[in-house]
């Protein structure tokens, strides 16, 4: 894929281009392609595949990584990705798009609430070979140390090797304190859910409100899934994909087929 | 599941309380069982899986549906779920979550920018039976009435037995143009993608924007996939999921397994 010129890589986040998480992104993509970069210029965690379609969205060259071409974008993960290919990069092949890293967990059914992976997945779905990094970790001070020769060494073999039966990884990097990293497992995605809880509160104004909050729960946690591997100090890779047909049900449900209110 | 007691019927959408396909949505859950609304108090169509976590949120109750409990939310169609389920309806078991009808097509790909499919998609994250209804057609005055009976008896179906195989049901109807519906088809999602352009002006004060538009585009609407069937004018039925592991791609990937950037 490399043949005869440097690697064209787009990065990416859902935390914006002054997050610790991208700027380690761009440093390792730097070393192995021409990298450009499009990133959202508010937080926009948790915004899954969403679009902007009522608004218009624009785009700001900024001067962060020296001597990397920069974009911040006012729209969501996915917007920033279709800026990128359709107005920044017109008519290039892009060779990996890579977002993040996020700072926090995107396993299990983590993966659809995240502008991180939506981003990547929006790329996936034009047939970019795409990767969402994420580090169990929250905090803005979280150490990619250990994370850092681990995602070069996944960049350098999908743009050596591509990408086999996928477009889309789902890397997820055990916590820091978990200690050193153990490897890594290919894995499916967990089942698992939020408890949420809502705190009700009134403001300033007598108006009440709920504010989200809440903790993520998951008993599918034995070996094979994304979680088991986490916990065991491993990077999980879960191959993913944007075709949500669950294929098994279509014979189940053949007989609704029958139905006919008219007769 | 009916026995003994009316069934409790969640009903949200991502156009708001006032578009008519809620009010249709509404009127034929109202028939078979208790319900709630509970929708967006501004336009979310697009909005996919976003969640509101930076924000507080507020819930309005309004008496839009005569004699039935509805609630405006300020936050996402999954917002919206997430309220009803937890705040509103806590301890209750919710026996069918509708979504809808939406003002265009939820085909193909659009599963996943679609705000009305991610709130049925929430609902079907916490166990409850969920079905997106969307009418393939965007006009405001879109006509429901050949839709109508092929709700009712879908609805009235998958109370009294289930949906087996699946928690989720993504149904599109064809646009009226094509003439009487000529049944239903389970289907699996086509692949496709959308041809992006975008409008690019420059706004009062002089600062240039982009408005996102584009074409639908697949090829792949051979039998089985939901576009074909829409096209020859049935109903589309696609069982989905949010298991959105490649799990094929999984004995693919192991080799990645052997990497370690540290021998």
Redesign the interface.
């Known amino acids: 894929m490399t043949r005869g010129r440097r690697p064209l890589i787009l990065v990416t986040n859902d935390d914006g281009m002054f997050a610790p998480g991208i700027k380690r992104l761009v440093e390792i993509s730097r070393e192995m392609g021409e990298v450009i970069v499009v990133a959202p210029n508010s ?1 926009q ?15 700001n060259p900024v001067n962060v990584f020296q001597g990397i071409e920069a974009y911040e974008c006012s729209g969501t993960p ?2 920033c990705v ?2 990128a ?3 920044l990069l017109k008519n290039r092949k892009i060779d990996l798009c890579v977002s993040g890293i996020n700072h926090g967990s995107n396993a299990s ?1 983590n ?3 995240s502008g991180t992976i ?1 981003a990547a ?1 929006e790329a996936s ?2 047939g970019i070979e795409s990767i969402g990094f994420s580090l169990e970790d929250y905090a803005l001070n979280a150490d990619f140390d250990p994370a850092t ?2 995602i ?3 960049m350098e ?1 999908i743009l050596s090797n591509g ?4 477009k ?3 890397v997820n990097i055990p916590h820091p304190s978990l200690g050193p990293i153990q ?7 967990a ?1 698992g ?1 939020w408890e ?3 705190v ?2 009134v ?1 300033p104004r007598g ?6 909050t809440g903790n993520f729960n998951t008993h599918d946690t034995g070996e094979g899934t994304d979680i088991h591997a986490l916990r065991e100090g491993y990077i999980s ?14 014979p ?3 007989s ?2 029958s ?4 007769v």
């Open positions: 937080p965690s948790a915004k899954g595949h969403a679009v902007t379609l009522a608004d218009p969205i624009r785009l996915v917007d279709k800026l290919k359709n107005i059914i993966i659809l609430y939506s997945m779905i034009e020769p681990w070069r060494t996944i073999n990408m086999p039966g996928t889309l990884l789902n490897g890594m497992r290919i894995c499916r995605q089942e859910r949420e809880e809502f009700e509160g403001d108006q009440k409100f709920y504010w989200l890779v879960v191959p993913s994909l944007h075709d949500l047909t669950q294929h098994r049900a279509i189940q449900l053949k609704l087929e139905l006919n209110p008219h």
